[in-house]
């Protein structure tokens, strides 16, 4: 199965700053990877799909980019609810998996 | 307003079985692909097994392969994961997720989850 490796596992930062996240495959998954945002206690909320296409009703602040086997996931401006715990999915071969998870949080 | 609700956890025991269900309203179920994805405790987010919108496909993860399986019945909107020789290792919060239109992993919508504890 695909292995995807998430970096770094918890990126402290302040609200107005800049977060960029990174997913790494074992092997190209194309452009199939999604980003999902977890918060403790509510379901995951789809962010970015293929790579680069944002979810309905995602705020522009976030944008994802990539292909093959490096992604990565930015917040251009962190807000008071971004802090979260995010993780990417691949879709491009069976079974689907997701990466370990990166926290960010308030430094 | 879309819905996805959950039920059947519980505790078991290892080696013993277990149905749960997800409820879906507010949506055209039989239009679309579902998945559950799982959570243990202090752990990520596992994918576990997809079904396509007509139920003739189905996928799962390494880690449930000829143990679980996912079916659903499109005259009653409602989704299900009949899972058999479990572990303690299954123990976490079981999601359903709705995706798109196909099987796509592009979850939009996700149920609250329902907790299953495999422990003797």
């Known amino acids: 199965e695909i292995v995807l490796t998430q970096s770094p596992a918890t990126l402290s930062l302040s609200p107005g700053e800049r977060a960029t996240l990174s997913c790494r495959a074992s092997q190209s998954v194309r452009i199939f990877l999604a980003w999902y945002q977890h918060k403790p206690g509510q379901a995951p909320r789809l962010l970015i799909y293929?790579?680069?296409s944002r979810a309905t009703g995602i705020p522009a602040r976030f944008s994802g980019g990539g292909s093959g086997t490096d992604f990565t996931l930015s917040i251009s401006s962190l807000e008071p609810e971004d802090f979260a715990i995010y993780y990417c999915l691949q879709r491009s071969e069976w079974p689907w998996t997701f990466g370990q998870g990166t926290k960010v949080e308030i430094k | 307003e879309v819905q996805l609700l959950e039920s059947g956890g519980g505790l078991v025991q290892p080696g013993g079985s277990l149905r749960i269900s997800c409820a879906a309203s507010?949506?055209?179920?039989?239009?679309?692909?579902m998945s559950w994805v799982r959570q243990a405790p202090g752990k990520g987010l596992e994918w576990v097994a997809a079904?396509?919108?007509?139920?003739?496909?189905?996928y799962y993860a390494d880690s449930v392969k000829g143990r679980f399986t996912i079916s659903r019945d499109n005259s009653e909107n409602t989704l299900f994961l009949q899972m058999n020789s479990l572990r303690p290792e299954d123990t976490a919060i079981y999601y359903c997720a709705k995706d798109v239109i196909a099987v796509a992993a592009q979850f939009d919508y996700w149920g609250q989850g329902t907790v299953v504890s495999v422990s003797s």
């Open positions: 079904i396509n919108n007509g139920g003739g496909s189905t």
């Open positions: 293929d790579a680069s």
């Open positions: 507010g949506f055209p179920f039989s239009s679309h692909a």
